[in-house]
């Protein structure tokens, strides 16, 4: 049971470059979530999703896409990466609306 | 989502029970108060969570006041691996919103 997976787990792009974010989970939870991290500052929601199928926006949603593939997979797209967007990224999933659990996490890296 | 207000850093000696506060005097009938941590460099993980009673897990004990409008996470017993920032979340969702939280240095 590897939880909540995410890849990579660093990556360095130049301006305008685009790539995805892959989160997995295998606790067959209904919700999963993207935040970020800025250094030295608590985590921003991005995208969330209640249910295969369905999508809804964090309160940080500008420059990024969404989708959930499956049950298990939720991805988090950025078409055209700005430095702006240099943060630590954190996958989560949740079976209730208490207690969400987390990725590892991707640090990206955007010159 | 109301708003809370936890201090910046707090020392603790190992062993000893580590009390982390958090006010959240706006918060409403059906907020929630969640506690998430998060060691160095790992995503968050949950602690515990309440909306009225006290609560108490393997982890940690909540205590709420009884106008709801503060709370306190207590570690009973501290070790250096509870170093972390804490976070005190108050909401009625599933849609947590982190603040800067407050980091704990357990200390030998």
């Known amino acids: 049971n590897a939880g909540v997976t995410q890849t990579p787990k660093f990556q360095v792009l130049k301006t305008g470059q685009s790539m995805t974010l892959q989160c997995a989970q295998d606790?067959?939870?209904?919700?999963m979530y993207w935040y970020r991290q800025d250094p030295g500052m608590g985590l921003r929601l991005i995208y969330y999703s209640a249910s295969e199928g369905t999508t809804d926006k964090g309160e940080v949603p500008n420059g990024y896409n969404v989708s959930r593939l499956n049950k298990r997979e939720f991805s988090l797209r950025l078409e055209s990466a700005a430095p702006s967007q240099t943060s630590v990224y954190f996958c989560?999933?949740?079976?209730?609306?208490?207690?969400?659990?987390f990725g590892p996490g991707t640090r990206l890296t955007v010159l | 989502d109301a708003k809370t207000t936890q201090p910046t850093s707090m020392d603790c000696a190992e062993g000893r029970a580590a009390n982390l506060p958090c006010n959240h005097s706006?918060?409403?009938?059906?907020?929630?108060v969640y506690w998430y941590r998060q060691i160095h460099s790992q995503g968050p993980q949950y602690i515990i969570h309440?909306?009225?009673n006290n609560e108490t897990n393997e982890m940690a004990s909540l205590i709420i006041t009884e106008d709801r409008k503060s709370s306190t996470l207590i570690l009973p017993h501290a070790t250096l691996r509870d170093t972390a920032v804490y976070y005190c979340?108050?909401?009625?969702?599933?849609?947590?919103?982190f603040g800067a939280g407050t980091i704990l240095r357990v200390k030998s």
């Open positions: 706006t918060i409403s009938g059906n907020e929630y």
């Open positions: 989560a999933s949740s079976v209730n609306r208490w207690e969400q659990f």
């Open positions: 309440g909306l009225k």
């Open positions: 606790m067959n939870h209904n919700s």
């Open positions: 979340i108050v909401t009625r969702g599933n849609k947590l919103v």
